[in-house]
C-alpha cells in the first residue's frame, strides 16, 4: 500500500487544479503544468487539498498513487515557488558567459560550447565560473542541469569539470613516481 500516495496535497493560495480524466493542470503564480494520468487514477480537489484515489486495488497501481502524488506535489511547489540547480565550473582558464538565450562554455575545448535556453527555462551566469538553471517544471530544470553537466563530467585526479554546486567530487591519488622502485 502506497503510503505517499494517500497524502494529500495542499494547495497554497492562488493554485488551481483541475482534473478531466486524463490529463491534469496545475495554474498558479509562475505558469501552468500539465501531465498525463493513467484511466485508473483519479484526482479529487476537495477544498485547499488535493488527494490521488485509485479506482480500484491491484498490484500494478500502487506504484503509480505513489508516482502521480509525487508528480502533483513537484507541479504544485513549481507554479509557487519554482526549482533551481546550480553548477560549478572548475578547471584553469574556463568561464562561462551568458549571451542573449545561450550560455557560451569555454571549459577546456579547441572552441567554445553553446548551450540554448530550452523552452520553460531561464540559465544565468551570476559569476564566471557558476550557471543557475531555473524553471517551474522539476524534471526539466533536472534534466537541463544534467545536460550542461555532461558537456564535461568532473574527472577525478584534478577535479576539473561541470559539477553540481553540492556535488562531492571523490579525489583519487596520482602516481607516486616511482617510489617503490631501487
Same mark, same amino acid.
Given at each position: 500500500?502506497?503510503?505517499?500516495g494517500k ?7 492562488g ?11 496545475v ?14 487514477i483519479?484526482i #479529487? *480537489?476537495? %477544498?485547499?487539498?488535493?488527494h =490521488?484515489? +485509485? ?5 500494478? @497501481? ?25 553548477? #560549478? *565550473?572548475? %578547471?584553469?582558464?574556463?568561464? =562561462?558567459? +551568458? ?5 557560451? @562554455? ?6 567554445p560550447?553553446e548551450?540554448?535556453?530550452?523552452a520553460?527555462?531561464?540559465l544565468?551566469?551570476?559569476g ?5 538553471v531555473? %524553471?517551474?517544471d ?9 545536460d550542461i553537466?555532461s ?7 584534478h577535479?576539473y ?12 591519488e596520482g ?8
Amino acid at each position: 500500500m502506497s503510503r505517499i500516495g494517500k497524502l494529500p496535497v495542499n494547495l497554497p493560495a492562488g493554485v488551481s487544479v483541475s482534473f478531466d480524466g486524463d490529463t491534469l493542470t496545475v495554474k498558479g503564480a509562475k505558469g501552468t503544468l500539465t501531465q498525463k494520468v493513467a484511466g485508473d487514477i483519479d484526482i #479529487k *480537489v476537495e %477544498g485547499s487539498s488535493v488527494h =490521488v484515489v +485509485k479506482k480500484h486495488d491491484t498490484k500494478e @497501481l500502487e506504484p503509480m498513487h505513489g508516482l502521480y502524488r509525487a508528480l502533483l506535489h513537484n507541479m504544485v511547489v513549481g507554479v509557487t515557488n519554482g526549482y533551481t540547480k546550480s553548477l #560549478k *565550473v572548475n %578547471g584553469v582558464g574556463w568561464k =562561462v558567459a +551568458k549571451q542573449g538565450n545561450k550560455v557560451v @562554455l569555454n571549459v577546456g575545448f579547441s572552441h567554445p560550447v553553446e548551450f540554448a535556453e530550452p523552452a520553460g527555462i531561464k540559465l544565468e551566469c551570476p559569476g564566471p565560473n557558476e550557471i543557475t538553471v531555473s %524553471g517551474i517544471d522539476k524534471a526539466l530544470v533536472g534534466q537541463t542541469a544534467a545536460d550542461i553537466r555532461s558537456i564535461r563530467v568532473p574527472e577525478p585526479y584534478h577535479g576539473y569539470g561541470i559539477a553540481y554546486s553540492d556535488e562531492v567530487i571523490e579525489r583519487k591519488e596520482g602516481k607516486t613516481g616511482g617510489k617503490g622502485k631501487k
